[in-house]
């Protein structure tokens, strides 16, 4: 007998591929729960770590092409850019100081996006052991 039901015979179940018939378990409930739980903060982490990774290259782009400094906008996204960069701010000194500040910038974008990744991977792997796959007799 297969393991499917065709949805379109009148008077029988739809169809279900590799589809349990029988109710979850309080386990499974819980760990669908915590799955579900760490993919909304992984992807909370990844929201974050783009913006702040949009704020730091607009801010070397702004610097590197010398837009207006009295702009209200571009002077506070140049600020938030400083801010973010902090650690990273020195670490190689080129010729040019438009060079710097696009090679110190840039390393900060991919180590922030080092980081969001790696987090938002802890957070989804416990969700994952948290599933039992269930022995098939």
Not at 67 to 86: E, P
Not at 100 to 124: C, D, E, M, P, Q
Request: hydrophobic share 50%.
């Amino acid at each position: 007998m297969p393991d499917y039901v065709d949805e379109r015979r009148a008077g029988t179940p739809r169809r279900r591929w590799g589809r349990r018939t029988e109710a979850p378990t309080a386990g499974e409930r819980t760990a669908g729960a915590a799955e579900g739980i760490g993919v909304l903060l992984a992807r909370i982490v990844r929201l974050v770590a783009l913006v702040v990774c949009g704020i730091i290259a607009l801010a070397a782009i702004f610097i590197v092409l010398d837009a207006n400094a009295t702009n209200s906008i571009v002077s506070t996204v140049r600020d938030w850019g400083k801010t973010l960069v902090g650690p990273f701010d020195g670490i190689f000194h080129l010729g040019s100081a438009k060079g710097t500040v696009a090679l110190n910038y840039g390393i900060a974008i991919v180590v922030y996006s080092i980081v969001a990744g790696l987090i938002a991977r802890l957070l989804l792997a416990p969700a994952g052991a948290f599933r039992r796959r269930r022995v098939q007799a």
